[in-house]
C-alpha cells in the first residue's frame, strides 16, 4: 500500500523529491537577476549621461524610455518586449534573407528586465550625480582631468554613496520580478515552484520553501549592499 511522502522526502534535492528543481530555480533566479542587474547599470549609466548632457532630442527619448518602462506594469512589458523582440529580429531575419532563429530564454529573459531596470537605474544614477558637489567636477576638470579618468577618480566615488541605497533596492525588485518570467516559460524559481506543487498537490509546502529562498537570497543581498556602502562611505561622518 502506497505512503504518502514525508517533507524531507519531497525537499530533498534527489528523485522524487523536488528539492534539486528547487535549488535549479533558484540558481536561475540569481543569474538571470544578476545580468538583467548589470545591463541595467549599463543602461543607466548611458541613460544618465544622456539626461544630463544630451541634446534635446536625446533628452525626449530617454524621458519617453524611462517614462513607459516605469508606467506600464512589468508583466506587460516583459510579455509585449519578449514576443514582440522576438518577431521583430525573426522578422528582420527574414527581410535579409536569414533563416528565422530561436531566441535563447536565459538571454531574452536578462534583455527584457534589464531594458526595464535600466528605466528605473538612470533616474537613480542621474540623482546620485546631481548630488555630486559641481565644484569637485569643475576642480578636476580645471587640472586637466580627461573624461574617463575623472569619471573614475571624482563622480564614481562621489555618486556610490547616493546611488547605493536606490541599487539596493532595485536588486531586490529585480530578484522579484524575475518570477514573472515564468509567464514565458522559462524555468526559474516560481515556475519551478509551480511545477513542484502542482505535481505532488503539496501547494504550502512548496511555496513556503520558495519565499524561505527568496528570504535568503534578500539576506545575503543585503550583507553585500552593507558592505559595499560601508567601503564607500569609509572616511565619512556618521549620521545619527
Known amino acids: 500500500m502506497p505512503t504518502n511522502p514525508s517533507i524531507l522526502e519531497l525537499l530533498s534535492p534527489y528523485p522524487p523529491g523536488w528539492g534539486g528543481a528547487l535549488l535549479s530555480g533558484a540558481v536561475s533566479t540569481v543569474l538571470i537577476s544578476l545580468g538583467a542587474y548589470l545591463l541595467g547599470i549599463v543602461i543607466g549609466l548611458a541613460g544618465a549621461a544622456g539626461k544630463l548632457r544630451g541634446g534635446r532630442a536625446v ?3 530617454l524621458d519617453f524610455y524611462t517614462t513607459a518602462m516605469r508606467a506600464v506594469p512589468e508583466l506587460i512589458l516583459i510579455i509585449g518586449l519578449y514576443y514582440a523582440g522576438t518577431d521583430g529580429i525573426n522578422r528582420l531575419l527574414s527581410t535579409l534573407g536569414f533563416p528565422p ?3 535563447n530564454g ?3 529573459a536578462v534583455a527584457v528586465l534589464g531594458i526595464v531596470q535600466g528605466a528605473y537605474m538612470t533616474e537613480v544614477l542621474r540623482g546620485a550625480i546631481l548630488a555630486i558637489p559641481v565644484g569637485q567636477i569643475e576642480a578636476a576638470s580645471a587640472f586637466g582631468m580627461r573624461p574617463w579618468l575623472r569619471f573614475r577618480r571624482i ?3 562621489a555618486l556610490m ?3 547605493l541605497p536606490g541599487m539596493a533596492n532595485l536588486w531586490m525588485s529585480v530578484t522579484k ?5 515564468a509567464v514565458v516559460g522559462y524555468q526559474e524559481l516560481a515556475l519551478a515552484t509551480r511545477l513542484a506543487a ?9 511555496f513556503l520553501a520558495a519565499a524561505v529562498i527568496y528570504l535568503m537570497i534578500t539576506l545575503f543581498s543585503n550583507v553585500v549592499f552593507g ?14
Do not use: C, W
Open 59 to 61: 533628452l525626449v527619448l
Open 101 to 103: 532563429v530561436e531566441i
Open 106 to 108: 536565459f538571454l531574452a
Open 155 to 157: 563622480v564614481l566615488p
Open 161 to 163: 554613496p547616493n546611488a
Open 177 to 181: 520580478d524575475s518570477a514573472l518570467i
Open 198 to 206: 502542482g505535481n505532488t498537490k503539496h501547494y504550502f509546502l512548496f
Open 227 to 240: 558592505s559595499l556602502e560601508a567601503y564607500f562611505r569609509r572616511g565619512q561622518p556618521r549620521t545619527a
